[in-house]
T-cell receptor, first 111, second 114 residues
Framework: AQSVTQLDSQVPVFEEAPVELRCNYS??????LFWYVQYPNQGLQLLLK??????LVESINGFEAEFNKSQTSFHLRKPSVHISDTAEYFC?????????FGTGTSLTVIP | EAGVTQSPTHLIKTRGQQATLRCSPI?????VYWYQQALGLGLQFLLW???????NRGNFPPRFSGRQFPNYSSELNVNALELEDSALYLC?????????????FGPGTRLTVL
């Protein structure tokens, strides 16, 4: 069975500090990987996705994620966070005609 | 451009009743997805419709059903409601019917079963 694991449910971090949100998946076949973000009082929206090619993908607001096939991971990183990055982050996997989401990581940036 | 819309915003039902939730996708999108977001469980994939056909369903009992209309809007029906069906139900749409497509989410319908 496929699954997505987000190891940290809550991550507090000080402003301008680096952050890593971890995501691991279980699948024996090729997958497509996504990170979605939900800002306070807003709907889910795509942050970035990996489909093929370069294993490092970036978003327009400074986040990046690296697909690691051997470790079946797709961790999300940002070298310096801002207050506005406070949100819920969801890792997701598309395999076959099924979609699997993690339980989410709540990132809180502390001034 | 209008985003994905869902109605109603909130729905309160009693155990055993039926609930109907509605979703209008972004104009031009042909695929609609339904998810259940129960407390502490993340998003659970329910159903996927494209061009009026059910493409796939998640691991939910048959009392969860739906359909997609010719204008690509969609309806989710939950029969014989149980207390554990209380959750936020999210609808998403995408331009195509491939697993690579970005899904655009609506604000959700909060279903409470008493």
């Amino acid at each position: 069975a496929q699954s997505v694991t987000q190891l940290d449910s809550q991550v507090p971090v000080f402003e301008e500090a680096p952050v890593e949100l971890r995501c691991n998946y279980s699948s024996s076949v090729s997958v497509y990987l996504f990170w979605y973000v939900q800002y306070p009082n807003q709907g889910l929206q795509l942050l970035l996705k990996y489909l093929s090619g370069s294993t490092l993908v970036e978003s327009i607001n400074g986040f990046e994620a690296e697909f690691n096939k051997s470790q079946t991971s797709f961790h999300l990183r940002k070298p310096s966070v801002h207050i506005s990055d406070t949100a819920e982050y969801f890792c997701a996997v598309s395999v076959g005609n099924q979609f699997y989401f993690g339980t989410g990581t709540s990132l809180t940036v502390i001034p | 451009e209008a985003g994905v819309t869902q109605s109603p915003t909130h729905l309160i039902k009693t155990r055993g009743q039926q609930a109907t939730l509605r979703c209008s996708p972004i104009s031009g999108h042909t695929s609609v997805y339904w998810y259940q977001q129960a407390l502490g469980l993340g998003l659970q994939f329910l159903l996927w419709y494209d061009e009026g056909e059910e493409r796939n369903r998640g691991n939910f009992p048959p009392r969860f059903s739906g359909r997609q209309f010719p204008n690509y809007s969609s309806e989710l029906n939950v029969n014989a409601l149980e207390l554990e069906d209380s959750a936020l139900y999210l609808c998403a749409s995408s331009l195509g019917a491939w697993g690579t497509d970005t899904q655009y989410f609506g604000p959700g319908t909060r279903l409470t079963v008493l």
